[in-house]
């Protein structure tokens, strides 16, 4: 297994009190796997992503429990410089908005030739050579001519080439992308899922993508993990998950969002609002919100039960939610 | 006797004046009584024609100089019917928000006409104008930043009552902003709370509350649930159907989520880079597209099936979309179509019924804007 998240706990000190971001998130990937992590904001998807990659803010962050494997190591217990090692080099990240992660006062050609001036102790002009062939890799056309622009001068969807570019520069074996296309318009963004596809195919890299968005799981995830106040509540193969959901938040959601290829009727609505953090309620987190809530919910806390080999479920009453969900 | 003639004059002159007035005076009348007069269902009640609107692109700090133009609005015309949603997709850039504006009147219009039940609205002033505004709301995008943080929300909600307070009088306001509240689903005790004490969800809802205020009869919505998470967006799509039910309301729903679109509108129109490219029935434009562009935006849009992972057709589009400032000639969409031909660099296509479908009754019978259009499902599995 290239990377196992093991009972992952992170919290934050806030004015209004301890927000518990993660509560206890197990999950994996292997090489040329992608894991989608879906959740919406406040599930903890992101910050589970940061904990990994070692970019938490401590303060006010705190990671209070927990292991992250990867190739067998545990990073948590790393010292920062052998940790930065990795970071960049094993394993990297691509974040949502580009324009504010990329340096505004530094050409593209130096942000990415940086990548083999700190981790290869490149020359300077041998590192602009390889920034090059980075563009032309991720298909910025006339890249020669273009390496000595700023991120200004790129338009959105090829600023998030620029990221990918970065990402992939010391072909790392894992990479997390956070919504690598949310702020993209839908023609650009099947662009830019295309090239990341084709890519992790192509260095047979474990790609974690968080995402909101299950139209963009449903095209590139091989499994899926949902997350919900900072659990994970179902995870399973793609195909299962979208023909049966085995835990009714998960089902909430595909049945919440609109169809491009029929009118269909008035949306499902899940009732209510995500919890507040700093005070999610006993039992089930989702059970205000659950149509199969029962007393049960309200007071265990319900395991990961075991639905097949691949697919857990987080519900007390998983069986009756399949069996509801594929008749 | 000079002094008489004098008079005389001064006695002609004053009822001159007066009449010019009064002809006036009834001109505004008669625009306020059309603006109030309702519509039937399934008429026109806001008629765009023509419309254009160019920001001037400067160059030089003290002697400014026009240098050119961004061209974010450039001939788009389209109806929207009483009691109907009309959708207006297109990617950033393609002047859709530019439209929302140039209706709401918050921009001046570089030339065509907006009609609302016959009276072009860029022409009228005074009492017309104010009652056409009335009329006309808007939803915003951005929840976070459309509320004042400062004032409470039955100030926000109960601030159009101040410019037009015939609708609500002075001590019926409080009940009134309490009814607005209870009809989008929020605890009408809330009247005192500030913004920053809600939910992105709930705050849309207070934005949609206030656009209700006044009783329009059209509401422009920009964005209004591309700031939600999934689950809320549902909730908020759900009350805006209901809302457009109960008080009898015609949408423009402006978005670039295509799924959300089909769902809410009746009639769906795709814009790019500042025209119209296709308008028709959702099931026209959604299973029957004719114009490439559209093809291509459907074709782009992941759908949460795994199954249609291998089945659909994907038009992958190269490049970005050109500057707005320098759009390229003839046909805006021939440098990233793949049907691009010598006469699309030439020939500007008009908005119309494609000729060889003209007088067929088939659903790619709808106007689209292409020289070489074509019908192509691409949302389908093969």
Sequence with gaps: ?327 | MAELRKEDEAVDATPNVTEVETVEAATETAAVAAIEAPVERGEPILQVRGLVKHFPLTQGILFKKQVGAVKAVDGVSFDLYQGETLGIVGESGCGKSTVAKLLMMLETATAGEIFYKGQDITKLSGRALKAVRRNIQMVFQDPYTSLNPRMTVGDIIGEPFDIHPEVAPKGDRRRKVQELLDVVGLNPEYINRYPHQFSGGQRQRIGIARGLALNPEIIICDEPVSALDVSVQAQVVNLMEKLQDEFNLSYLFIAHDLSIVRHISDRVGVMYLGKMAEIGTDTQIYDHPTHPYTQALLSAVPVPDPEAREGRERIILTGDVPSPANPPSGCRFRTRCWKAQDKCATDVPLLAIPERFQGSDTPAAHESACHFAEEKDVVHAA
């Design chain 1, 1 to 327: 297994m290239l990377l196992e998240v093991r009972d992952l706990y992170v919290e934050f000190r806030t004015r209004d009190g301890v927000a518990k971001a993660v509560n206890g998130v197990t999950y994996s990937v292997d090489a040329g796997e992608t894991l989608a992590v879906l959740g919406e904001s406040g599930s903890g998807k992101s910050v589970t992503a940061q904990a990994v990659m070692g970019i938490l803010d401590t303060p006010p962050g705190r990671i209070t429990g927990g292991e992250v494997l990867f190739r067998g190591r545990d990073l948590l217990k790393l010292k920062e410089d052998a940790r930065r090692a990795v970071r960049g080099a094993e394993m990297a990240m691509i974040f949502q908005d580009a324009l504010s992660s990329l340096n505004p006062v530094l050409t593209v050609g130096d942000q990415l030739g940086e990548m083999f001036v700190v981790h290869r102790g490149m020359s300077r002009k041998d590192a602009r050579a390889k920034a090059v062939e980075l563009m032309d890799r991720v298909r910025i056309p006339a890249a020669r001519e273009r390496v000595g622009q700023y991120p200004h001068q790129f338009s959105g969807g090829m600023r998030q080439r620029i990221m990918i570019a970065m990402a992939m520069a010391l072909e790392p074996a894992l990479i997390i992308a956070d919504e690598p296309t949310t702020a993209l318009d839908v023609t650009v963004q099947a662009q830019v899922m295309e090239l990341l596809a084709e890519l992790r195919r192509e260095l047979g890299m474990g790609l974690i993508l968080i995402t909101h968005d299950l139209g963009v799981v449903a095209d590139v995830a091989d499994r899926i993990a949902v997350m919900y106040a900072g659990r994970i509540v179902e995870t399973a193969p793609v195909h299962d998950i979208y023909k049966a959901p085995a835990h009714p938040y998960t089902q909430g959601l595909l049945d919440s969002i609109p169809r491009l290829d029929h009118k269909g009727r008035e949306l499902y609505a899940i009732k209510g609002l995500p919890p507040n953090l700093t005070a999610i309620p006993p039992g089930c987190p989702f059970h205000p919100r659950c149509p199969r809530a029962r007393d049960v919910c309200r007071i265990d806390v319900p395991p990961l039960y075991r639905v097949s080999e691949e697919r857990r479920s987080a519900c007390h009453f998983w069986e009756e939610t399949v069996d509801a969900s594929s008749a």
